[in-house]
């Protein structure tokens, strides 16, 4: 029995038909790509199969919407864009603009043809799948052995058409040479209706450090489904942070692997979400080599009938020994339609490991509020005070200081939108 | 300054002020003692605002306002200080900031200009330390860490910061050393003017052999039993409340 395709995903793959011959790059991949788009269709749509990865999150909203390519209009509006870094690559609507951006040697908005990197499961992930097909550009970002290449910005900025709903699909690939350095602040917004879909692969060789900052603010109906793959050689550093504020539905779904001994992984994330929004931090960390450390701490504040989830899965190979993972979910709910789940999953091979995880969830502490307003801080300004503190805990992690500070413009913005 | 009348509160539906009387003219310091569980707190609590005591009946004015239909915030904006017993710790947050936040919150309230960072720092710096505090103290996280004692004293700190018209002292002094002890008493006198008024909550005669009190009131089974003058503190501790509390019943 063959169940009838959706709207949506129909759509994905009539465009791939009509522009197959027209995209850039090696077609094979692509191709097979489209075979398992097909056979995986979308999470949450009827022909989409069950998948236990998308326990909390469905895509049912996405695969009865109509998309159309990406199209880049002339008019930009790029006060939307933070500068957060001297060099920085633009994307409008998935595609690179030269005229728009800031490069620096060895770092590309490679506009000749994404490249496909190693880590990607367009197989076993259908937006992998839908982001192999149709992908168009991306940054292409090598730091030499040895490099300390800084702080280097990628802004995506999506500028829907009036009326026309689009999806774009970039697909960057950043690769650290042994010992290399970089600070990689990411920034996603845009107006009106789209779908932002990225898959970035990220691959760090031994004692390489990457410190990924990702500020998500994308537009209140906008779709964010973002895939990250990053592995780590011997002793290699990546710690990722990612602020979940924007888009209708965001899903950021990480792989980490660390596949050489004394690596380091850190998956936090922040969401601040209101009226219907929906936030979905997907993590899975497996550890494959001995003494590697692993830290995630999510923290959600919920209001309106937001709904936040957190699934975290660390996996310990057998030879992984003295691995020390560690998972922690905390959220505050400001009202009573508010949800967060949380998942937690540890699978174990190896005997001599530390792996713990943790989840609280609590409302605004009524002691800590009527202490602020007994000090003269009306309740509004207090309750503010106490979103913004629980939040600034995790905020911490981040040390670039004008990336803490885009966040913490960005963090004051959502929060005004929220009151008003 | 403050009238109360009759006033009645239950927790929960459980009555624990029964018609408290009570009245501090400006510029006067009243102590307020008794045993554990005779509504000490609860009537701090009660004149600051907090939102889980049912007032059932009484009223109370400030200086001729309806103290009970106020919001917390407002009554702090009037003049209203509580130093809490147990200090409420609030993690994230920086304790200048508070402090700041809270100052310009009621200046603003009264109609005053707010300060900026560098007034009010070189202002906070120099209260804290006639208060013998840590400068540390105003970077960490509010009462985040805090041994017990410097807890009560970052409350006397926002009280001097604050200049409260009517401070209620909620047992500030248990738990405090002789010194810190002093400190507290003397952050209180430092207040004092004709238009300044304490309730000072306490269990021992020791902190107002410093913060010498106009009158005296024992507290017990949620009614003011006995009302006196200082020597009244000192009958206490010598002969305890169980001669009174029996005297009434």
Redesign the interface.
Known sequence: MTVPMSRGEAGFLGRFEAERASLPGAPGPRAAAAEAFRALGLPGASSGRRAEAWKYTSLRALAEAGFAGSLSVAETDMAMVPRLAATRLVFVDGRFRADLSDPAPGIFGSARAPEFGPLAQPARDPLVALNTMLAEDGAAIEVADGDDAGVVQIAHLASAAAGQAIACHPRHLIRLGAGARLVLLETMSGTGRYLHNPVSEILLGPDAALSHLRLQEEADDAFHLATLYAELAARARYEAFTLNLGARLARTEIHARLAGPDGFVALNAAQLLGGAQHADMTTVVRHDAPRGASRQTVRSVLSGRARGVFQGRIEVARGAQKTDGYQRSQALLLSDAAEIDTKPELEIFADDVKCSHGATVGAL????L??????????A??RA??V??????SLDAVTHKAARAALDAAIARAWEREAA | MLEISGLAASVEGTPILRGIDLVVPSGEVHAIMGPNGSGKSTLSYVLAGREDYTVTAGSVRFDGADLLAMEPEMRAAAGVFLAFQAPVELPGVNNANFLRTALNAIRRARGEPELDAVQFLKLARAQSKALAMPEDMLKRNVNVGFSGGEKKRNEVLQMALLRPRLAILDETDSGLDIDALRIVADGVNALRRPEFSALVITHHQRLLERLVPDRVHVLAGGRILRSGGPELARELETRGYGAITAAAA
């Open positions: 502490d009524p002691e800590q009527f202490y602020l307003r007994s000090r003269g801080v009306p309740e300004p207090a005070m106490l913004r503190a629980f939040l600034d805990e």
